[in-house]
Antibody, heavy 115, light 109 residues
Framework: QVQLMQSGSEVKKPGASVKVSCKTS????????INWVRQAPGQGLEWMGW????????TYAQGFTGRFVFSLDTSVSTAHLQISSLEAEDTAMYYC????????WGQGTLVTVSS | SSDLTQDPAVSVALGQTVRITCRGD??????ANWYQQKPGQAPILVLY???TRPSGIPDRFSGSSSGDTASLTITEAQAEDEADYYC????????????FGGGTKLTVL
């Protein structure tokens, strides 16, 4: 069955970096894009962008350029989200989501930024 | 901000029918998808391409569209349907951006 398993919660200090992993299984990794979605505490869903798993080409939504980087390790069917220069406002749940149809979601990774 | 507008909260009596709407000019061109999110859980897809249910989604969930408004209808709402519901669409041109609505909290009374 299709699964997207994300790495565990992270607590970071402002200015640090974090890398969230999304390991997929149950389908051909390069057949579906990976999207990233952010959900701040008590807030709605915010699309961060997507990465083409065939070409590795990322597309970032407005507001998610510069400090946010999508990458892949196709050898282990895994996508990564790296956030640098963390700010308190980056505290959120981050989800990876399969495909342009956004049909399967990872369980989420909580990133907490606090001094 | 979002160009998809949803009512923040809707309520329905147990066993009754409820419609959750999503409005935006882009919906004249693109189908809406709908996601259900229960507290502490990741969202799940409940409808796509306007009115197609993924495997495992009960047939009491249905979708429709008219003009700039997409609707999710839950017939004979159950207690377990209490959740947040989000609409979105994907722009199939250019960068294929995705836009989410602000979400609707459904309470089953």
């Amino acid at each position: 069955q299709v699964q997207l398993m994300q790495s565990g919660s992270e607590v970071k200090k402002p200015g640090a970096s974090v890398k969230v992993s999304c390991k997929t299984s149950g389908y051909i990794f390069t057949s579906y894009a990976i999207n990233w979605v952010r959900q701040a505490p008590g807030q709605g869903l915010e699309w961060m962008g997507w990465i083409n798993t065939n070409t590795g080409n990322p597309t970032y939504a407005q507001g998610f350029t510069g400090r946010f980087v999508f990458s892949l390790d196709t050898s282990v069917s895994t996508a990564h989200l790296q956030i640098s220069s963390l700010e308190a406002e980056d505290t959120a749940m981050y989800y990876c989501v399969r495909g342009l149809g956004s049909d399967f979601w990872g369980q989420g990774t909580l990133v907490t930024v606090s001094s | 901000s979002s160009d998809l507008t949803q009512d923040p909260a809707v309520s329905v009596a147990l066993g009754q029918t409820v419609r959750i709407t999503c409005r935006g000019d882009s919906l004249r061109s693109y189908y809406a998808n709908w996601y259900q999110q229960k507290p502490g859980q990741a969202p799940i897809l409940v409808l796509y391409s306007k009115n197609t249910r993924p495997s495992g989604i009960p047939d009491r969930f249905s979708g429709s569209s008219s003009g700039d408004t997409a609707s999710l209808t839950i017939t004979e709402a159950q207690a377990e349907d209490e959740a947040d519901y989000y609409c979105n669409y994907r722009d199939n041109s250019g960068d294929r951006i995705v836009v989410f609505g602000g979400g609707t909290k459904l309470t089953v009374l």
